[in-house]
Structure formats: structure tokens, C-alpha cells
């Protein structure tokens, strides 16, 4: 049940990988690190069950709770695939900076990590950062509202999110769930080389269960 799930989002062209802007440190600068991450899905009637879980056994007995707007990027070039920027600002504190972020692709050929590994630039962005892409050249694929809650242990962060599709381009309060399941992400920033931190995330993930599988998820097979 849960990986068709994932596959929905997939098709439903809403990408997974952004994390809340509540959870992004903001220094004014550019944040340059590898990003290990598993993710999963569990249905709406279980989601009490996993936060009373996660509540336990996170560093914070109450999470953070956020409403993000994000929008996708595309720069077509002539040939291969288009370079793809994604912005993100909080619904629920309009005045906090936008964040840009840059997702390389996936480094899923080493299957001694138990997670995903990819390439993360994340810079705090002026809200004028919309009209920046727009002259740049990028044009939006496509916008969705995330909402939610964050979890903390030591470097590993748990986002428990429910995705919405907006009907009405650029009006947030017109939006349909996409589906009956909550998207569960385990992600930790590491410099490169610190594949230990997936060993951690896997026996964490092992905590979690059965109420929710997390999973090494190859994005490209997840488009069909």
C-alpha cells in the first residue's frame, strides 16, 4: 500500500525531496552537502499511531508544524534533461525567506548505503526570488502545498507530511489533497563520505515499523 502510493505522487508530477522551510537553517549563505534520505507513506487513519511513536523516540516530544508553498523550476536546454530549481516559502510565516534549493540525481548504484544519497545545495532567497527565475529563463512545471509535522533526533530529521495539488495557479487556498496517505521522509545533511549516517537512519526506520516502512526509493523508477 505504500509504495503505490509513492508511485500516485509520482504521477501526479508532485516531486518529493524539498523539505519543510520551517526545518532549513537560514545563514545567509550557501549550504553545499550530501542528503541521505528514506521515505514512506501511511494512511490517514494511522497518523496518530506514528506520531505518538515518533513523539517517544525524537529529541523533541512536540513537533514543529508547517504549511509550505513550493514551486518547480525547469531550464530546457537544447538536449538531455532540464535543470530543475525548486522555491519554497512558509505559509505560515509569510515574512521568513524564501529557499532555493538544487537536488543532484541520486546516487543509487551502492547498495551497501541503506539510503538515498544525493548532491543538496539549499541559499536563503529575497521574495523577489520568483521573478528572478522567471528573468533567468526557468519557467514553473508545476506548484503544491505541503503541510505537516517535524521530528528531530540528533542529526535526523522526520517530516510527516500531507502534499496538496493547487487547482487555481498561484492561489494556495484553493488546493485537493492528493491522496488518502501521509508522506513519511528520514533525511539527514552530511558532508560527503559520512555513509555511517545511514546505518543510523536504517535502525530507526527498523523502529518504526510496522506502522511505517521507510524505503531506499530510486526516483526514476518511481515516474511511470
Excluded at 513519511?184 to 563520505?193: F, I, K
Aim: net charge neutral; aromatic share 6%.
Amino acid at each position: 500500500m505504500e509504495q503505490t502510493t509513492l508511485i500516485r505522487f509520482r504521477s501526479a508530477k508532485v516531486k518529493m525531496e524539498a523539505p519543510p522551510v520551517t526545518s532549513m537553517p537560514v545563514t545567509g549563505g550557501t549550504i553545499n552537502m550530501m542528503e541521505y534520505l528514506l521515505q514512506g507513506s501511511v494512511l490517514d487513519q494511522a497518523l496518530e499511531s506514528l506520531l505518538h511513536r515518533l513523539r517517544g523516540l525524537c529529541d523533541n516530544m512536540e513537533p514543529e508544524t508547517f504549511t509550505d508553498h513550493e514551486l518547480v523550476y525547469l531550464l530546457k536546454g537544447q538536449q538531455g534533461n532540464p535543470f530543475i530549481l525548486r522555491a519554497r516559502r512558509s505559509l505560515s510565516h509569510p515574512t521568513a525567506p524564501w529557499h532555493l534549493r538544487y537536488l543532484g540525481q541520486p546516487e543509487v548504484g551502492d547498495k551497501s548505503r541503506h539510503a538515498l544519497v544525493r548532491n543538496c545545495v539549499d541559499v536563503a532567497a529575497s521574495h523577489s526570488l520568483p521573478e528572478f527565475l522567471n528573468e533567468m529563463g526557468f519557467r514553473m512545471d508545476h506548484e503544491f502545498v505541503a503541510n505537516g509535522h517535524i521530528f528531530r533526533k540528533g542529526v535526523m530529521k522526520i517530516v510527516v507530511s500531507k502534499l496538496s495539488r493547487i487547482l487555481v495557479p498561484g492561489n494556495t487556498d484553493n488546493t485537493e489533497r492528493l491522496s488518502l496517505s501521509y508522506l513519511v521522509e528520514l533525511s539527514v545533511l552530511a558532508p560527503a563520505g559520512q555513509d555511517t549516517v545511514s546505518e543510523d537512519m536504517r535502525s530507526f526506520a527498523e523502529q518504526l515499523k510496522p506502522l511505517v516502512h521507510l524505503e531506499k526509493i530510486d526516483p526514476s523508477k518511481q515516474r511511470h
